[in-house]
């Protein structure tokens, strides 16, 4: 069955680095989606991503989030300047049918220290 | 803003039985409802969907109950069994003015279907 891969599934950085999360979509799927799980919280919606720009963001997604799709298969998730409260799991999302069929990826941990 | 509430943090139900994890929603806009199931280092898993044009959609041992009037909605596990105990979140989605889709999540429900 086809996967949402992110990479890499565990990352520490030291507070004020930039880090880039990777994901690489479901291959036909034209939609893209970046969420985020602080421990002990709910998932919450980040980005939405097609045809080549954002769709919509949450207020989460502030100007130090960005996304990028570079090479037509990658699809990242670039956070300028962490902070410690940015730790969390987050997750990619690819669909080709917008909200009628999400298929997530396993994850990035990202701790912040 | 919790648009989308999951009351009950743990369930624990024995094996064969049935399990009933319960949603509600604030938003009258929303029109899909969604339960995904997650384990622990996995991202959700789509489990089963409802449109808010039916009241009940079944698979397997699935089933979704949708009620509108209540924004209330509920999944069915009959029977239950142990591979079944996870995390399971309710997520509702609206295409209106100020959301193109994006899911809106409850904080989830721990199910653990002892054997």
């Known amino acids: 069955e086809p996967e949402v891969t992110q990479t890499p599934s565990h990352q520490v950085t030291q507070m004020g680095q930039e880090v880039i999360l990777r994901c690489v979509p479901i291959?036909?799927?034209?939609?893209f989606y970046w969420y985020r799980q602080i421990l002990g919280q709910k998932v919450e919606f980040l980005v939405s991503?097609?045809?080549?720009?954002?769709?919509?963001k949450s207020e989460i997604f502030d100007d130090q989030f960005s996304v990028e799709r570079p090479d037509g298969s990658n699809f990242t998730l670039k956070i300028r300047s962490t902070k410690l409260e940015d730790s969390a799991m987050y997750f990619c999302?690819?669909?080709?049918?917008?909200?009628?069929?999400?298929?997530f990826g396993s994850g990035t941990r990202l701790t912040v220290v | 803003d919790q648009q989308v509430k999951q009351n009950s943090p743990s369930l624990s139900v024995q094996e064969g039985r049935i399990s009933i994890l319960n949603c509600d929603y604030t938003?009258?806009?929303?029109?899909?409802f969604l339960w995904y199931k997650k384990y622990p280092a996995e991202g959700p898993t789509f489990l089963i969907s409802?449109?808010?044009?039916?009241d009940k959609n079944e698979d397997g041992r699935f089933t979704v109950f949708l009620n509108k009037s209540a924004k209330h909605l509920s999944l069915h596990i009959v029977p239950s069994q142990p591979g079944d105990s996870a995390v399971y979140f309710c997520?509702?989605?609206?295409?209106?003015?100020?959301?193109?889709?994006?899911?809106?999540f409850g904080k989830g429900t721990k199910l653990s279907v002892k054997p």
């Open positions: 999302a690819s669909s080709d049918q917008g909200r009628y069929g999400y298929t």
């Open positions: 409802i449109s808010s044009i039916k």
């Open positions: 997520a509702a989605s609206g295409n209106y003015g100020g959301s193109q889709g994006n899911l809106i």
């Open positions: 291959s036909n799927h034209l939609y």
């Open positions: 991503f097609y045809n080549n720009e954002i769709s919509e």
């Open positions: 938003n009258s806009m929303f029109d899909y």
